[in-house]
């Protein structure tokens, strides 16, 4: 294997990148990480959107993977294109609440589980909607309502909406004015720039277990025409680099075989 020749004990930019292996000095994240602490500070709603790849989901299972316990519970939920129903039916399940099957008394029990677990147990509850460009305009519409508690005199979630760029449009039509007004933070993650991008791959390389330079500067410079700054992207075509200088009995990556991986996916990508 690849690792073994240039002595990496994991590969490269890791979909489950945390704490070491994750790269946390990109402008767009230290953006986000000081909006995500501000609304554990102060409960509230919070926007994040990125094009795919970009490292949106990455970048909140990080932040919430040092959250200490049982100071905080993490609610995640991905499956987003459920009715609103369900959605609440199962927030209800990891709050240990028996689902009704009734909206209204559903609404009530979570409700009182949250101000429960906040005041009771001296938990604060985080919540994660991903793939939020999916959600239905009508539980968009039912959110705000659902950020009320106690005459809207308190907060109490922390929630973050996490989608696509279309989500933040959607959210600025007119019938969501409402819920709107209730977000407290808005972040959207670029691409990463020229010398952010070198920075994050010398991190990564280093991260996996790399004690000396493995990709030449002008190999460098093509993963980012390449990848166009995109992590995930990024990510293939350095364990694609790495695997075809392991064939070729290469310990070193050169512009060449960079040049060739990609040709390789650009001809994948025209047969798709």
Sequence with gaps: ??????????????????????????????????????????????????????????????????????????????????????????????????????RAQLWVDIKKALVHMVDERGTSPVMILDEAQHLSDHFLCDLSGFLNFAFDSRDLLTLWLVGLSPLAARLRMRQHAALTMRVAAQVHLEPLGRDVFAQMLEHALKAAGAQQKLFSDPAVEQLFRASRGIPRQTAKLVRAALRLAHERDQSFVDDLIVTAVVEEYAALAGTA
């Design 1 to 102: 294997m690849y690792r073994k020749r240039f002595g990496l004990t994991c590969h490269p930019l890791p979909k489950n990148a945390q704490g070491k292996t994750f790269y946390d000095k990109s402008p767009g994240y230290q953006s986000f990480a000081r909006h995500f602490q501000a609304l554990l500070d102060d409960p509230g709603l919070g926007v994040l959107t990125a094009e795919p790849g970009l490292g949106k989901t990455a970048a909140v299972r990080n932040l919430c993977a040092r959250l200490p316990q049982p100071e905080y519970m993490v609610l995640y939920h991905c499956d987003t294109a459920v009715s609103p129903l369900d959605l609440y039916r199962t927030l209800a399940h990891e709050l240990g609440v028996k689902p009704s099957h009734r």
